[in-house]
């Protein structure tokens, strides 16, 4: 019985951790001529994070490879934007010219994440 409730907490803390802890390690990508791609695969954005000039408009192109319902959508919650993502299809995201700063960017449940890095 030990066994199984320390299993179980095992169980819950990896899940934590995987859906509000962890943080891809790439190295951010950088927007050239206003516009970028981001794939949308294996349960993740690729790249995760994008540094983008601030005061700039930018074009973020998303590319779903994931059937997963969850990847249908990308929320970008402190902007008050949201996309559906077509599977197979590129789906253009515009956004406006931004302030310095870290804006985050999900699925509708908070799976895939990733980042604006405003510089």
């Known amino acids: 019985m030990i066994i199984i409730n320390l299993l179980g907490f095992a ?3 990896f899940v934590v951790w995987w859906f509000w802890l962890y943080k891809p390690s790439d190295n951010a990508a ?12 294996n349960g993740v954005y690729n790249p995760a994070s994008v540094k983008v000039a601030a005061n700039t408009a930018t074009e973020i192109v998303f590319i779903r490879k994931d059937a997963s319902p969850c990847a249908s959508t990308v929320v970008f919650g402190d902007l008050d934007i949201s996309a559906e993502l077509p599977q197979d299809k590129p789906q253009s995201v515009l ?7 870290e804006y985050a960017f999900t699925c509708q449940m908070q799976m895939y994440r ?3 890095i405003v510089e």
Do not use: D, Q
């Open 114 to 116: 990733g980042a604006i």
């Open 30 to 41: 950088t927007v050239e001529n206003g516009k970028i791609t981001v794939l949308v695969e």
């Open 95 to 101: 956004l406006p010219a931004l302030e310095k700063g």
């Open 11 to 13: 169980l819950m803390a």
